[in-house]
């Protein structure tokens, strides 16, 4: 930047984003995307009840910045806060380091729990984790080993659902992501499988 030191920079981004915040400082809401939502819920889920082996990523590794590009990026993160805009991004971050680790998690317990659902003993419910339905379709050595992987499998389906709200910058998504993992579940599920309705009766899809 010609005829601008680099010590001058965020001097100079912190006046204008002072101008701006004193000018148009405006409060507008943030609707939760729902058709996203849908989306990336239907992505995740496909992905973790498919047979097919997870997809190795490389990820690339990022250029240094210098002093300018860092406080470009810090005063576009700062007007994102301060001028909300008037409707959420087109997409949801579905893509971070701690939502593939659940993705990948999730995914390899699957064969493990598909037995169950196939039997009856699994069932989804309706706030999107999984359920113990008929523990005497179960063998007795199995149960406390179904527990566990239960158990663990709604860990981590609650921690996705979490971090999804939180990646996005939004915590207080996070009932309507749930809700919204809750009818993918039993959309892609197989035939036959178990699951409750709005009013928590079972029923068998």
């Known amino acids: 930047m010609e005829g601008v030191s680099s010590m001058n920079v965020p001097r100079i981004a ?7 915040w004193t000018t148009a400082c405006v409060t507008i809401n943030v609707y939760f995307p729902a058709a996203a939502a849908e989306q990336a819920a239907e992505t995740i889920v496909r992905d973790v009840v498919s047979e097919s082996p997870p997809a190795q990523r490389n990820t690339p590794e990022r250029e240094p910045r210098s002093a300018v590009d860092r ?5 576009v993160s700062a007007l994102d806060w301060v001028i909300r805009p008037a409707a959420a991004k087109a997409d949801l971050e579905i893509d971070t380091p701690a939502i593939r680790k659940l993705r990948a998690s999730l995914k390899r317990r ?3 729990l598909r037995p169950y659902f196939a039997s009856g003993a699994l069932g989804l419910t309706r706030d999107a984790l999984v359920a113990l339905r008929d523990l005497k379709a179960v063998p007795l050595k199995e ?6 992987l239960v158990a663990d499998e709604n860990r981590d389906r609650n921690a996705l659902y979490r971090e999804i709200a939180r990646a996005n910058g939004h915590p207080e998504w ?3 992501i749930r809700r ?3 009818r993918v579940w039993v959309k892609e599920f197989p035939k036959g499988t178990w699951y409750q309705d709005d009013k928590g009766r ?3 899809k």
């Open 110 to 112: 699957q064969p493990q």
């Open 180 to 182: 919204t993992f809750a």
């Open 174 to 176: 996070e009932d309507e």
């Open 202 to 204: 079972w029923r068998r």
């Open 143 to 148: 149960r406390a080993r179904l527990r566990k």
């Open 14 to 20: 912190l006046i204008g984003l002072y101008a701006l």
């Open 71 to 75: 406080w470009r990026v810090r005063v």
